[in-house]
């Protein structure tokens, strides 16, 4: 059950609420976020809506039977939009498209990225400063100062900023530079970064576990919900499975199942999921017609010379060619959703 | 390397050839199909190709380094097509769609989906007829008899057959009743089975194993083409991974994969693949964007009263909707396969 | 359900059995095996034992809600023993051993090695003849002819044989040669055979698929048992899993579960399990530790010649350290299962 | 390459050395630990290693291809030894237990433990106080409150203990409080924590990431050892895969690989691994028969009321059984490791 509280729900109303929800057999939990509040009730309690529904203090009881409470589908009847400003908008009614290098390497990098996003109407930049390395001796990322350099050119043109956040002590010096923290498929289940993220008002986007189940990964998005903010966007990049002529498999199953499950939108990274340069378009062109709000991909001018992932980019005619296809996919996808066909 | 012999080759020319290949360093394997005869060097020779390629008896020398050398796209100029008659030829040039009920089960069941097929322009009806059930007490299927119901109604009306074949001794009598013979995931690895296919001379839809890599999907084939049947089709359904989400993990990183590979058509089974009847169309769709040649689907007048797999089925109202999207995604695919954009 | 019917049941009295537990709800399947006539009872029927219990025909009725009740432990008293003759007898109360080469390659070969087993008390001897090979070229196994050179050197000596069968025509032939038939990973759900095993009264050694879940394993072995043979032994062999350092990844925590779960023989091949040589023999010894009751292993005079799986067979030497160990293993294991500690 | 420099290189001298291998192709870093300092010479250099050897500065040279090369058994002629204090060693010649709840609950569980561990010998404790779960809304351990209570009473008697980090900022008011820190299975990839332990000279417990390959493994493993900390463990934990009949999959494969390609000592944890009660004896001793140095095991007086992984824990009694079982599997193991037949 998952009780939603009134703006101005008094501390009183409150523990009255509580009560009333323990004595019926459910642990429960405050969640305050950015938007509202709310009384998880885990475990399986059994008393009548209604007598709670009526009290003082609640706005709205939800029976959620699924384990996530929060990020689940069950009690949201609106989809969760993020609006990043200058038109970047996150939605179940548009194809947002985040591409960049793998790492930030060089201003002049930066400097054609933007320019080529700004030229194709790509509203979101992606590009790594910290870099989970496999080997301690790869390279690590420019760090902070790499950052400094993304934002400055970013924040000119209106480019929104996306990057991988590894640690709490690296939320604060990146907050005021990104517009979206990353989690990273290995921080999946990272629970203190999850919680420390919860804490912030900035939209996260987080990558499933490379063995995370759909429950566990809902519940990882449930630990940042629950934390504090709302702002959540799930991103399908692959599974570890026994197959190795690809990098990863990409679970294209998980996105119908996900935004069944869930009102977040979610995000597919074709790049690190099939991870195999020609194979990336087709699979981008398959997670929007699997439903993909979003896509994530890896491009560069000379992706032969990036210092990371260089198998898996995209150059910049290649992503130019991807982007008109995929924003083609997208409007017949979403004239099919639309097509009802009589006998 | 692989030798394609003329039609007219004389014994005594294939000796020659053959004695040169080993006396270069090759394991020969002589293979005759339906269309041609070959022979096949394995291992690590070294030697001038011209110096074969000039022998009498010698249509052509292909350097093929890949394991499976037949079933190969390094040296078909064209990918197979398969000519079934009465219009439904299988290429990469069309979508081939396959529709019908996981088992036969009775006259009226076959006469009312061959009905539907008719009035949806589906060439191809799939239905079991020998059942592998993981339970011995489950339902096993209604055997030849039903087959014979199967084929009376799909001949009359030019509507062409794939049935699943389960053991050697089933090849004959299901012969003269289908027009592809089918081998499921649990007979991917059944090289006996394989071996009798590949004397026969009906097309031969092969299923990847739930666990087979795509070097062990593509032995397989080879293992047909290489016993005399050059009319092989590939389909992915789904492997076993750690996810119980769904009741496969389909697997569309294949396709495109497997289509680089290979010269063979390749389909994709989006009704095992994941298993839940709602996402059956969006895995679907996706399936046609990274490339699938063709589809298998499940169908039902009433999915819920099928003896098996009715989770995974689709009704036919809901065929007719998915039916008319793959179509359009199709034609699209298409339009943007021609498309290059100029700056 | 499970009802064991007397010896002696006449048709009249199973009728009457049957139509009561189908009227009670009960999917009914009647099991004769070459030991005892069964009624098997499937789904969800309701109704009191002791009335069935006390009909005529009826020895004794058991509640068995395993999926697959006969091979379930919860109904029968003793572990299944299977007594070979000669000496070998495969029980839970002492260790069986099976080696030999992958292949059959030659007299000479088959010679030594039962040279090799009688001067170290190995009773039972494993060689291929039909070899499963993931190429078609590669060299398939000496077939029927090379069985027959196998046998004769083994009947001699009183040295049990088990051989792979592939395919339902090979059983016939392969009949009067071989001791225990083995079913191969590849054939794990190879319906058909173990469907024409069960009407066969050797031993069959099933050895799991390489991606079988254990209820799946215990499936392929009530397929057997219910078509009538109850003389099954079932065989860990490793299965497939994300980890590439091995070959494939043996899966020791299916011993005590399939010994809890079954009455039947659990045995284990650290050969395939592991596929390096020198893990073999740890792997050996934590599998005795972990209870198994029987050890396959490939060993060959010098394992760099042979044919087919030279990189995991052990030479004769260390197969008799191995021997030696896993005997005293043994030894300490059962002492161990006798031992309770007073406070 | 792997260079270990003199304890009174220069300066000057490290300069000359780092730049005749970059100059032979290789990429440098520099690595001090607690005990040594060496330089890493990753990529393919070409010269030779006599040259360099005779420099001043440098104490040796080792070519180690393996990519891990800090702790790679190939130049390391001694496997690490972990003396804690007080008796307890960690090494490959004795088997070292360690033994707790999932979570420290209370003092009086506190007290229980210890006492039970002084009575049977076990000289390290194991105890959570801070708890990765699944969801959010699970209780997520004492704190450091709890490590305080748990310190108290084991650093009275001389008892050792290994507790889980799960952060950074967790490190340093543990410091004083554990003897071991744990990195768990959702953090083996979380490189700044390791890099952060690497910082310490507490010895590391690292788990094996949960869907880890073993050269993953021991990249993080070498994450720690090139910040500096050379006291690391390695543990075997139980891998993901398509099997749910138990929690996790042990995989006693990774043990005898580990121990020869690494010189650090390999552990084993069967509670998390097999997570089955009735098994994870079994396991333990068959982890001891693959070559496990160790075994971290769940106890409990009643384990049936641990606030978690109660289906995992053994209770006192069972866990001075599998006690004196492990110890005389051990027993056999090494004498056996000694024993050489003669023909």
């Known amino acids: ?12 109303e409150l523990e009255k609420i509580t009560a009333l929800a323990e004595k019926a057999g459910f642990k429960t939990s405050k969640v305050d976020t950015h938007n509202a509040s709310y009384i998880i009730c885990s475990g399986k309690g059994e008393f009548d809506p209604r007598r709670i529904g009526t009290l003082k203090g609640v706005k709205d009881v939800h029976m959620v039977e699924d384990e996530n409470k929060l990020v689940s589908r069950l009690w949201r ?6 609006d990043l400003g200058d038109g970047a908008v996150i939605s179940r009614d548009n194809l947002t498209v985040a591409m960049g290098p793998c790492s930030i390497e060089s201003e002049e990098q930066v400097q054609k990225t933007v320019d080529f996003l700004l030229k194709n109407q790509v509203k979101i930049m992606r590009g790594g400063i910290f870099k989970p390395r496999s080997s301690p001796y790869s390279f690590r990322g420019m760090g902070i100062g790499g950052l400094e350099i993304f ?3 970013c924040r000119e043109k209106g480019i929104k900023i996306v ?3 590894m640690q709490v002590s690296q939320i604060e010096p990146m907050y005021d530079l990104v517009d979206i923290f990353q ?16 804490k912030t008002d900035k939209p996260v986007l987080l990558k499933r576990g490379m063995s995370s189940t759909i429950n566990e990964f809902l519940a ?3 630990y940042i919900f629950s ?6 966007i799930l991103c399908e990049r692959g599974i570890r499975t026994f197959e190795k002529a690809y990098r990863n498999t990409l679970d294209l199953n998980a996105i119908p199942l996900l935004k069944e499950k869930s009102h977040l939108p979610v995000f597919c990274d074709p790049s690190h999921g099939v991870g195999v340069r020609r194979f990336v378009e087709p699979m981008a062109l398959a997670s929007v ?19 990371s992932d260089a198998q898996q980019t995209l150059s910049f005619e290649e992503a130019r060619q991807a982007l008109f296809k995929m924003n083609k996919t997208f409007e017949l996808k979403k004239e099919l959703s639309f097509k009802f066909l009589s006998e």
């Open 1 to 12: 059950m998952l009780i939603q509280l009134t703006e101005d729900c008094t501390h009183e």
């Open 77 to 82: 009847v609106n989809d969760t939009e993020l």
């Open 151 to 153: 934002a400055r050119h």
């Open 163 to 165: 990057s991988e956040v």
């Open 183 to 198: 989690v990273g498929t290995r921080n999946a289940q990272n629970f203190n970064l999850l919680d420390a993220l919860g």
């Open 220 to 222: 990882s998005a449930e």
């Open 227 to 232: 934390s504090g903010n709302e702002r959540i």
């Open 289 to 307: 017609m699997a439903g993909a709000d979003g896509l994530l991909m890896e491009i560069g001018e000379v992706p032969e010379k990036a210092t």
